[in-house]
C-alpha cells in the first residue's frame, strides 16, 4: 500500500500470528493501527511497542470471549493450514471459527478478513478458469473446513451483519518455488494489499475472492470482486524462466498437474 494511505484502527487481531504469513504480516499491519493483538496456540515471542499478545487455543470459547474484546476487525490466519487428521480440523477449523464468530457477534465486531484457501476448489482442472460463484470442490478435509468456513462467514452475514471477505489465497510465498506456483503465486506485497482493501473496502458483505498477483497464466477470475479495490503489483512472470529452468517438463496425465490443487489432489488421512 503507498505509505500515505489514511487507514487507521484502533485495536486490530491477527490470529495464527505465529505461523508463516502471521510472521509477514505482524510488522505490516502495526502500520494500520494503534494496537496490534496477536494471537496464536504457540508462544508469539516478545510484544514489541504496540502489541498484545494472547496465547490461545481456537475451539476455547471463553479465550475467544476473552481474545475478541475491544477490538476493530479481524485478520484470521489461525487454524490447520494443510491437509491433516479429521480431529484437529474439525477443532480449529471448525469449531474454532464457530467460536471465533461467535464471539465477534458477542462483542459487534464487524469485519474479518478469512484466510480461505485455494483448496476449497483443488479439483478443477488446471485447464479452467474459475470465479468464485464457481461450486466448491474441495480437493482435502483441509479444503473442506475452508468451504464450511465461507459458509459459515455467509451465515454471519446474513444474520448477524457481520461482514468477511474471505480470501481464497493461492501461494503465497517470499519467491516462486514451482511451475503450479506460475498460475498460484501471491507475493508478500500482494498479500498485505489485498487484506488492508478486504479491512477497508466499504462495504463487503461476504465476498469470496482469490488471493494472487498479476500472474501470467490464470486459472482464477476476480472480476465479480472488483469493489475491493485489489490490484496486484507483483507477477510470476519475472520468475518463469528460472523456474523452467529448475523444474523439468511435467506429465500432463499426472493428477498433481492436471487439477489445480496440485500435489494436495493425492493428500489425505483416507487410508490411515
Ligand atoms: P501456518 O500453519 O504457518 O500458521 C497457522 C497458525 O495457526 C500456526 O501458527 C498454528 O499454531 C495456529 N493454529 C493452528 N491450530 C490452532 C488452534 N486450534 N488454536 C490456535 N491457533 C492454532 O499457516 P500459514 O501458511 O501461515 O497460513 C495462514 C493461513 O492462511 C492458514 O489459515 C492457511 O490455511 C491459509 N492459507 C495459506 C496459504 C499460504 O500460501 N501460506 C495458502 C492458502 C491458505
Ligand atoms: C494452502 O492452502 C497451504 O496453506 C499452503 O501451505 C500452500 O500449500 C498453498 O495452499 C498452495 O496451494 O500452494
Not at 483441509?142 to 471477505?165: C, D, M, P
Not at 514451482?178 to 508478500?188: G, K, N, P, V, Y
Request: charge should be neutral.
Amino acid at each position: 500500500m503507498a505509505p500515505h494511505t489514511p487507514i487507521r484502527f484502533r485495536r486490530l487481531l491477527l490470529t495464527g500470528a505465529a505461523g508463516y504469513l502471521g510472521g509477514v504480516l505482524r510488522p505490516r499491519l502495526k502500520a494500520y493501527c494503534d494496537t496490534l493483538r496477536l494471537s496464536d496456540r504457540r508462544p508469539l515471542g516478545p510484544a514489541a511497542p504496540g502489541e498484545e499478545l494472547v496465547v490461545a487455543e481456537l475451539d476455547d470459547a471463553a479465550a475467544m470471549l476473552n481474545l475478541l474484546a475491544g477490538v476493530d476487525a479481524i485478520v484470521h490466519l489461525g487454524g490447520i493450514s494443510v491437509e491433516a487428521a479429521w480431529q484437529p480440523i474439525l477443532a480449529a477449523n471448525i469449531d474454532g471459527l464457530f467460536k471465533l464468530y461467535e464471539a465477534a457477534r458477542h462483542h459487534g465486531v464487524k469485519r474479518v478478513v478469512f484466510a480461505s484457501s485455494n483448496h476449497v476448489t483443488g479439483f478443477y482442472r488446471q485447464d479452467e478458469v474459475i470465479t468464485p460463484q464457481h461450486m466448491p470442490k474441495p480437493d482435502t478435509l483441509y479444503g473442506l473446513s475452508k468451504a464450511f468456513g465461507e459458509n459459515l462467514a455467509q451465515l454471519y452475514w446474513h444474520r448477524h451483519g457481520i461482514q468477511t471477505v474471505s480470501i481464497r489465497i493461492g501461494s503465497s510465498t517470499a519467491e516462486v518455488a514451482d511451475r503450479r506456483m506460475l498460475a498460484t503465486w501471491l507475493s508478500h506485497d500482494d498479500l498485505e494489499q489485498l487484506v488492508l482493501r478486504a479491512l477497508t473496502a466499504p462495504v463487503v458483505g461476504h465476498t469470496v475472492v482469490y488471493g494472487l498477483s498479476d500472474n501470467g497464466t490464470r486459472w482464477w477470475d476476480n472480476t465479480s470482486a472488483a469493489h475491493l479495490g485489489y490490484r496486484p503489483q507483483d507477477s510470476s512472470e519475472l520468475q518463469r524462466a528460472r523456474v523452467e529452468a529448475q523444474q523439468p517438463v511435467l506429465d500432463p496425465n499426472d493428477p498433481h498437474v492436471m487439477y489445480q490443487g496440485g500435489r494436495f489432489v493425492t493428500l489425505g488421512p483416507f487410508d490411515a
